[in-house]
């Protein structure tokens, strides 16, 4: 069973399209977040939600919009897809109350942009 | 000047060597210091947290924390080819901080 599940893995798409990815965790926990990782490995955090409320959003340009329908899920949409978008994008989610520095990890989705 | 500072290498050991990695950070206030261990390809997933200043062992791997020295370590003893990875330090106040501060990671290739 997979614990945080992210579709798809892979992503080439042309500049000025729009494009989505979804999440999926099953481990019960009640937040969710989506890491940016650049080439050169650095994980940045864009959004957070703790039961379905947004709770981090990082300076992030406002063609990427996340979305939770319930605790469980966390999708994120991106319009006008530019070439510096190209990275790999992770869910992540963790439970509140005292552990959420332990963050579970999706596999990452790779998102070309040409 | 960043947060949370770690060198990204690359570091490339023999097998049966001793890896050591370490981030420095400016924020006094941290209290929770975990390392990620990211395998090529894959999500980071948790390897090990240390909660204020000490050392923790998990069977061949020692986290260590400095916090008069804000520096923070991890060894790895007997490394194997399986433990070649990126592995990055994250730091937050405290246990309910949704949002980590990551260090670059470090890649760490162990050599047969």
């Known amino acids: 069973d997979t614990a945080v599940s992210q579709t798809p893995k892979y992503l080439v798409t042309q500049m000025g399209n729009d494009k989505s990815i979804k999440c999926e965790q099953n481990l019960g926990h009640d937040t969710m977040y989506w890491y940016k990782q650049d080439s050169k490995k650095f994980l940045k955090i864009m959004f957070s939600y703790n039961n379905k409320e947004l709770i981090i959003n990082e300076t992030v340009p406002n063609r990427f919009s996340p979305k939770s329908p319930d605790k469980a899920h966390l999708n994120l949409h991106i319009n006008s897809l530019e070439l510096g978008d190209s990275a790999v994008y992770f869910c992540?989610?963790?439970?509140?109350?005292?552990?959420?520095?332990?963050?579970?990890f999706g596999p990452g989705t790779r998102l070309t942009v040409t | 000047q960043k947060e949370v500072e770690q060198d990204p290498g690359p570091l490339s050991v023999p097998e049966g060597a001793i890896v050591s990695l370490n981030c420095t950070y400016s924020?006094?206030?941290?209290?929770?210091f975990m390392w990620y261990r990211q395998y090529s390809r894959k999500g980071p997933e948790l390897l090990m947290y240390t909660y204020s200043s000490g050392n923790k062992e998990d069977g061949r791997f020692t986290a260590q924390v400095d916090k008069s020295s804000k520096y923070i370590s991890l060894f790895i003893r007997d490394s194997q080819p399986s433990d070649s990875a990126t592995y990055l330090c994250a730091m937050s106040v405290t246990a309910n901080d949704y949002k980590l501060s990551f260090g670059a990671g470090t890649t760490v290739t162990v050599r047969a």
């Open positions: 924020n006094s206030a941290f209290q929770y």
């Open positions: 992540a989610s963790s439970q509140s109350g005292g552990r959420t520095y332990e963050q579970y």
